[in-house]
């Protein structure tokens, strides 16, 4: 049984917790591998984790970049990603009508960064009561989030994540300053780290971005030294092959271990 999105949200109160699949959608079965496997992950290693995927993934680089199986199939697969793994799931909406309907199946709303800063999108997730979950702007200071959190909890709605995505550092590239995550913290609400989006160099490629995964492990062991309730992670069995982020995606396989390694970081006393 798939726990509901207030007692998923009481967890991410108190312990560590993962966001974790692909990019995108590529195939059901390719999702329900996926998601088999991450559960089963989970479960050795006692800890909650939230199945990550996207329907659509409408800021794509170019137009000819593949986006995703559309909202109605793509909803249609995380269902049955939740009810055969027991997962909680969680994907993007990029506007404000997708919120309702998107909330019958996703236990977590995601706001892309780039529509952090969109009021109606944020309402709209908000008023769906299911957590949101919102990615800093690559553009934004961390203190620039407290306005984020102000209209969603203008709903009445106060169950939300705020997460670290990395900050544009000149062209086609991302730099994390690790302060975000303290300073989002006192914004009253538990904060997630990216850590693959923050390796990714955005537009890299030309007609596509780019990306260092070779870094994921070091950035997201820092983050959590530095106090990140939870971690997000892009996970594909083949990233070399991926249809959407690859560069900075992690394999399947590696997973389990730098999980390991996060959880004994999560694990040390904090020092406040």
Not at 127 to 149: C, H, S, Y
Not at 173 to 186: A, F, P, Q
Not at 192 to 218: I, K, M, N, W, Y
Request: charge should be negative.
């Amino acid at each position: 049984m798939v726990m509901d999105s207030a007692a998923l949200y009481a967890k991410s109160l108190t312990g560590p917790f993962i966001l974790a699949g692909p990019c995108v959608l590529e195939s059901r079965q390719m999702a329900l591998d996926v998601a088999r496997e991450l559960a089963a992950i989970a479960q050795r290693l006692d800890v909650t984790l939230v199945f990550k995927s996207s329907y659509d993934k409408a800021n794509r680089t170019s137009a000819l970049s593949f986006r995703g199986p559309g909202m109605e199939m793509g909803l249609a697969w995380l269902a049955e990603v939740r009810e055969a793994t027991g997962l909680p799931v969680v994907t993007d909406i990029h506007l404000p009508e997708q919120a309702e309907r998107v909330a019958e199946v996703a236990d977590v709303l995601q706001i892309p960064a780039f529509l952090c800063r969109q009021t109606d999108l944020l309402l709209a997730a908000a008023e769906t009561g299911r957590i949101v979950n919102v990615k800093k702007g690559q553009f934004l200071a961390p203190w620039d989030m407290k306005n984020a959190a102000d209209k969603l909890r203008s709903t009445g709605n106060g169950r939300f994540w705020l997460t670290e995505r990395g900050s544009c550092f000149g062209y086609n590239n991302l730099v994390v300053d690790m302060r975000s995550l303290s300073i989002m913290r006192s914004l009253g609400a538990p904060v997630v780290f990216d850590a693959t989006h923050s390796v990714q160099l955005p537009g890299g490629q030309g007609g596509a971005s780019g990306g260092q995964r070779e870094f994921v492990p070091a950035l997201a062991s820092a983050a959590v030294a530095a106090g990140a309730n939870g971690v997000f992670l892009e996970v594909h069995p083949d990233p070399d092959h991926a249809l959407c982020d690859g560069p900075n995606s992690i394999a399947l396989d590696k997973v389990e271990g730098l999980l390991k390694r996060l959880l004994a970081l999560w694990s040390v006393p904090n020092a406040d």
